[in-house]
């Protein structure tokens, strides 16, 4: 019993803060929570990764560092859920923004595979605004409002991430 709570509280010896038990029961309710198998071992680098900042945030170990785990094995299955959702709906609201009477042939596809190689392209701040002003169909004050940066910025992105996705589609020779 004492080497046990002893071993629950240091970990093994390189340092793991769950053993070999303990994981297994991360990976169980992980995947009884819809984790993919695949991303199983994320989900367990996850739980050590806080039961880590939790110690080196100077908090002492849980009593139960088994039972802290699955609880948060379980609310990471809640959050992989949750991201999967909110994939789709994006997905979804993306896919329906695309007019019916697009064309669905080759010029089409290569067309829209060009822009997302060029949206990928852009530094973050001119992509989101180009995806809020263009996809999401926002005025630029209301973008503007939503960041809470000036409309002069926003325009000022807009008209570089248009500019620079203009070039990439040349470059392409797409449009």
Known sequence: MLRRKARRVEGDQHGDPLDAD??????????????PQADLPDGV???RLRLLERAAGGREAPRDVSAWAAVVASNLA?????????????????????RPDDAVGDD?????????RGLDELPDAQRQILVLRFYADLPVRGIAERLGIPEGTVKSRLHTAVRALRARLHEDEVV
Do not use: T
């Not at 303990?22 to 984790?35: K, N, P």
């Not at 089409?108 to 997302?116: D, F, M, P, T, W």
């Open 108 to 116: 089409s596809s290569l067309l829209s595979a060009a822009v997302a």
């Open 22 to 35: 303990q994981e297994r029961r991360v990976r169980a309710v992980l995947a009884l929570g819809g984790v």
């Open 45 to 47: 680098q996850q739980v």
């Open 78 to 98: 809640m959050d992989w859920h949750r991201a999967k959702r909110r994939q789709e709906r994006l997905g979804e609201r993306l896919a329906a923004l695309r």
